[in-house]
């Protein structure tokens, strides 16, 4: 989005004009094309191909498909259908957050570019809502830290509310935004400053930064493993430690990542 929305320094060719209008479109066809085959599959090929004990559960993603299939068409299946076990192929709900994320992009480029301080104040301060967003959440539900800790797994209460919506799913992209928007700003910059530091000093910074990555991904991902174990011998988890998680875990990973 960033050489798209910028405008250059000198007139543009008609040729640019008519690659930066067809960015959405291509977007939008190339992510399409996929999804219709892989909805076209579970809809028809499934009735031919799936038999055997699995047979009634794995025909139930077809049934859902017959009646779904425009959800995943129109990138809104992460809303609807609102009771999640009729989902058309479950996994897509992803594409429907990127696209959603795709189509707002621009709002919040537009805004670092026209007025820097203006950007990065409104992107950090959405940054800063979702991440409060998704703890009062997880507090007034009494959820758990994942949706793999859901008390009310069997309704999807956990999915429904944070899992698949992009307003809690936003931080990490939010974040990259503001990484892109640095890299275009400052990149040859910080090329030559990184190019004038020794040696051992590249190393030494590569290295703690690495660990530090390493470090906040390990236990974004398995910091829940006490938290599992609890969950397997019984014991109620610590809704303190649910809220804290689910406000702080995609933001961590998304800065480190």
């Not at 999804?35 to 809809?43: A, K, L, P």
């Not at 307003?167 to 990490?172: G, K, S, V």
């Not at 703690?208 to 236990?219: E, N, R, S």
Request: net charge positive; aromatic share 16%.
């Amino acid at each position: 989005w960033f050489p798209s929305i910028a405008p250059p320094l000198k007139r543009p060719s008609k040729k640019r004009e008519v690659q930066r209008s067809g960015l959405l479109l291509t977007q939008i066809l190339t992510v399409n094309c996929t999804v219709s085959c892989c909805d076209s599959g579970t809809r028809f090929l499934s009735r031919i191909f799936i038999r055997g004990p699995f047979e009634d559960l794995l025909s139930k993603g077809t049934s859902n498909c017959q009646k779904w299939w425009w959800t995943n068409i129109l990138y809104i299946n992460n809303f609807v259908p609102w009771n999640k076990i009729e989902i058309c192929v479950g996994q897509s709900w992803y594409l429907s957050n990127d696209f959603q994320f795709f189509l707002i992009a621009p709002l919040f480029i537009w805004l670092l570019y026209k007025s820097p301080k203006t950007g990065v104040a409104v992107t950090l301060v959405t940054l800063a809502c979702s991440c409060v967003a998704a703890g009062v959440i997880t507090y007034g539900y009494n959820l758990g830290p994942t949706t793999v800790f859901d008390p009310n797994a069997a309704n999807f209460t956990d999915f429904k509310l944070l899992y698949d919506k992009p307003w809690i799913r936003c931080p990490p992209y939010l974040i990259g935004l503001l990484g892109g928007y640095f890299c275009y700003k400052n990149l040859d910059s910080l090329k030559l400053y990184i190019s004038r530091l020794s040696f051992i000093t590249r190393m030494l910074l590569s290295v703690v930064l690495w660990i530090t990555t390493v470090t906040v991904q390990y236990l974004v991902v398995f910091g829940l493993h006490n938290d599992m174990l609890k969950k397997t011998s019984g014991e109620k988890i610590n809704l303190t430690e649910s809220v804290l998680y689910e406000t702080f875990a995609r933001s961590s990973w998304g800065s480190f990542y």
